[in-house]
């Protein structure tokens, strides 16, 4: 696990109050971001 993603986690659990069921639907939430993010950018490299 990089740095980046355990201060990415830290953050989350801080935000959401650091309740295990926060952190996981936090880490959920980012994943699906970034998850959505590669893909356009794959679409726009497409074209």
Known sequence: M???LAAQLAA???FMGSTRQGV???F???GLKDY???REA???FAE
């Open 28 to 30: 959920i939430l980012n």
């Open 24 to 26: 996981v639907k936090g």
């Open 2 to 4: 990089s740095e980046d």
């Open 12 to 14: 989350v659990a801080a």
């Open 42 to 44: 794959e679409k726009r």
């Open 36 to 38: 959505y993010i590669v």
